[in-house]
């Protein structure tokens, strides 16, 4: 059984440009989240997305966005990079929304931004 | 807010010590509890979890224990491993319309053999 795929595995944007990184969840899967891993912020929820619709968002800026297609793959896509923005991005895909079912997580996207 | 402490690291020890972390939290209500593995270069790994209070979860040789009274979930294994050299991370997440896990800080533990 496949797990979370994401792609591409690492990327350098120059600041100012717009990045889209990838998600495929397990099949089966609809329950897709992206998270925010830095040193110095750690682990960041950034939004939650559930049969196509955004269910949570967490305190980013809008330069963040996302979306989920019907085979529930998900894209997050991050407008006008910053240094700041480098970072590793985590998705993690759950049979459905809620704890019990448990979150699976791909290797990430590694983004540069220089 | 909901929020998880978990100890600082970096944790080193030899190969066959005993191993505990640390995990406390503060919520409103009763989330559930999970304790994440990231290995160097790769994602998180879920390493076992608790949904409700006294349930312990097990997993490789690791046990936590979802103790309500003193809102913890402490991380332990008896005798580690050179593998289990990794970033542990404590997480919790509430049943409820608000479906985003809490991190801790994670802990780096370095196992030398």
């Known amino acids: 059984k496949a797990g979370v795929t994401q792609t591409p595995r690492y990327l350098i944007k120059t600041r100012g440009q717009q990045v889209t990184l990838s998600c495929s969840p397990i099949s089966g899967h609809r329950s897709v989240s992206w998270y925010q891993q830095t040193p110095g912020q750690g682990l960041q929820f950034l939004f939650e997305y559930f049969s196509e619709t955004q269910r949570n968002k967490g305190n980013f800026p809008g330069r963040f966005s996302g979306r989920q297609f019907s085979n529930s793959r998900s894209e997050m896509n991050v407008s006008t990079l910053e240094l700041g923005d480098s970072a590793l991005y985590l998705c993690?895909?759950?049979?459905?929304?809620?704890?019990?079912?448990?979150?699976?997580f791909g290797s990430g996207t590694r983004l540069t931004v220089v | 807010g909901d929020s998880v402490t978990q100890m600082e690291g970096p944790v080193t020890l030899s190969e066959e010590a005993f191993l505990t972390i640390n995990c406390t939290y503060t919520?409103?209500?009763?989330?559930?509890l999970f304790w994440y593995v990231q290995y160097p270069g790769e994602g998180l790994q879920l390493l076992l979890k608790?949904?409700?209070?006294?349930d312990k979860g097990s997993n490789k040789g690791f046990e936590a224990t979802y103790r309500k009274e003193t809102t913890s979930f402490h991380l332990e294994k008896g005798s580690v491993q050179v593998s289990d050299s990794a970033v542990y991370f404590c997480a919790l997440i509430f049943f409820s319309n608000d479906y985003k896990l809490s991190f801790g800080a994670g802990t780096t533990v370095t196992v030398r053999a």
């Open positions: 993690a895909s759950s049979l459905r929304q809620g704890a019990n079912y448990g979150y699976t």
């Open positions: 608790a949904t409700k209070a006294d």
């Open positions: 919520a409103t209500g009763y989330p559930s």
